[in-house]
């Protein structure tokens, strides 16, 4: 089981930057690829980012391309999402989450994702 938990988030403003972190309690990290999704007020959870377990492959929404960066340190046990030039459309919470698998079409959707952190709420007001 690993557990997940997120921090990081809270209030900036357009054009701001935060980074989030998420720190697993998995001895195995390392073995698993780690994805950041976002969900706003009445929406469905979507894609933002994912790394696999090496980080030498990452992959990017297009809304967020060019702005975030997924990156990890797997000796640490942590995967973080640096975003910059953030807009009042990134409002939302953001969750990170595990999967043993590889890939785009894997890693870009939830389904195939085992484990979930809480989430953390960012903010970007205008």
């Known amino acids: 089981q690993v557990q997940l938990v997120e921090s990081g988030g809270g209030l900036v403003q357009a054009g701001g930057s935060l980074r989030l972190s998420c720190a697993a309690s998995?001895?195995?990290?390392?073995?698993?690829?780690m994805g950041w999704f976002r969900q706003a007020p009445g929406k469905e959870r979507e894609f933002v980012a994912a790394i696999i377990w090496s980080a030498s492959s990452s992959y990017y929404a297009g809304s967020v391309k060019g702005r975030f960066t997924i990156s990890r340190d797997n000796a640490k046990k942590t995967v973080y999402l640096q975003m910059n030039s953030l807009k009042p459309e990134d409002t939302a919470v953001y969750y990170c989450?595990?999967?043993?698998?590889?890939?785009?079409?894997?890693?870009?959707?939830?389904?195939?994702?085992?484990?979930w952190g809480q989430g953390t709420q960012v903010t970007v007001s205008s």
């Open positions: 998995e001895r195995s990290f390392s073995n698993y690829a």
């Open positions: 989450a595990a999967q043993s698998g590889y890939g785009p079409g894997r890693l870009t959707a939830t389904r195939y994702y085992d484990y």
